[in-house]
């Protein structure tokens, strides 16, 4: 099984594919970031983002596509291109069938750091540990792509999350097939 981590963003969108294994051990798949032309007109680029999480979800396949948060702070209209592109992402991945959970920057930080409020070098140098690099993924929206995939593990170990999600959907469907 697969866990695919997400940071948003339309000029530099980072993403990281864990694979959990025995204990603890968490290996990366792939580890990378998604660049889309500033130039260009941000509908194309958001197709762009669109046709590459796609790829990626088709090519690992991941059960869980975990995405951190938008988190708007001051720059709105950069708020906005990056809720954007987790829109995009958050649905690819689910009209793809990839169950999707979101993230906030403090839960990241406190479930990969142990602490909410740890800044971006501490938590690229717990990636780094929790995944056995020899060095920091980088850029930090690598790093925090692949946060957001521990996060997930951290907080949903065995995977039940997800035993949970499909016997309430197949329930639900139950449901709607009765009513109809």
Do not use: W
């Amino acid at each position: 099984m697969f866990v695919m981590g997400v940071d948003p963003g339309l000029t530099r969108c980072g993403f990281a594919v864990l694979q959990p294994g025995r204990g603890r051990k968490v290996t990366p798949a792939a580890l990378g970031l998604i660049r889309t032309d500033p130039e260009m007109q941000a509908a194309f680029r958001l197709a762009e983002l669109q046709r590459e999480i796609r790829a990626l979800i088709e090519e690992f396949t991941p059960k869980i596509v975990a995405v951190e948060r938008v988190f708007i702070q001051k720059n709105t209209k950069t708020g906005i291109r990056v809720a954007q592109a987790a829109g995009i992402i958050i649905t690819e991945a689910a009209a793809m069938g990839c169950h999707v959970r979101e993230y906030s920057p403090n839960e990241v930080k406190a479930a990969v750091a142990g602490d909410g409020r740890a800044d971006k070098e501490m938590v690229q140098k717990m990636v780094q540990q929790l995944l056995g690099l020899a060095h920091p993924a980088k850029p930090a929206d690598v790093s925090d792509a692949a946060a957001v995939a521990l996060c997930h593990l951290a907080y949903d170990p065995t995977g039940s999350f997800l035993g949970q999600r499909e016997t309430a959907a197949a329930a639900l469907a139950g449901v709607a097939g009765v009513v109809q």
